[in-house]
């Protein structure tokens, strides 16, 4: 099993920065390739941002294209999602998730279905 959870939520004002933080642990034996999804109240889950289990490779929602950058440490197993120009519209509840990957596996995995295993979460609130 791999258990994994979030950090670094919290409340901003729009224009401002925070950096979340996704913890992978349990198992050292697979590759884990990472996303970080986002759900708001009475809305969808939705895809914000992906890396391959390299970390080579990476994925980003339009919404948050040059604002939101994921990036990750594979020493640590830890992944990050640097949160900038941050918006009202950003305000959501985010979710990590991992996946086992295959080592061809180069690119990110955008479904949030295809994902093996997820964190409780962590509130992002941004206020006007």
């Known amino acids: 099993q791999v258990q994994v959870v979030e950090s670094g939520g919290g409340l901003v004002q729009a224009g401002g920065s925070l950096r979340l933080s996704c913890a992978a642990s349990?198992?050292?034996?697979?590759?884990?390739?990472m996303g970080w999804f986002r759900q708001a109240p009475g809305k969808e889950r939705e895809f914000v941002a992906a890396?391959?289990?390299?970390?080579?490779?990476?994925q980003h929602a339009d919404s948050v294209k040059g604002r939101f950058t994921i990036s990750s440490d594979n020493v640590k197993n830890l992944v990050y999602l640097q949160m900038n120009m941050l918006k009202p519209e950003d305000t959501a509840v985010y979710y990590c998730?991992?996946?086992?990957?295959?080592?061809?596996?180069?690119?990110?995995?955008?479904?949030?279905?295809?994902?093996?295993?997820w964190g409780q979460g962590t509130q992002v609130t941004v206020s006007s």
């Open positions: 998730a991992a996946k086992t990957a295959y080592y061809s596996a180069i690119t990110p995995y955008t479904a949030g279905n295809v994902y093996d295993y």
């Open positions: 890396i391959s289990w390299s970390g080579l490779n990476t």
């Open positions: 349990g198992r050292t034996d697979i590759r884990l390739a």
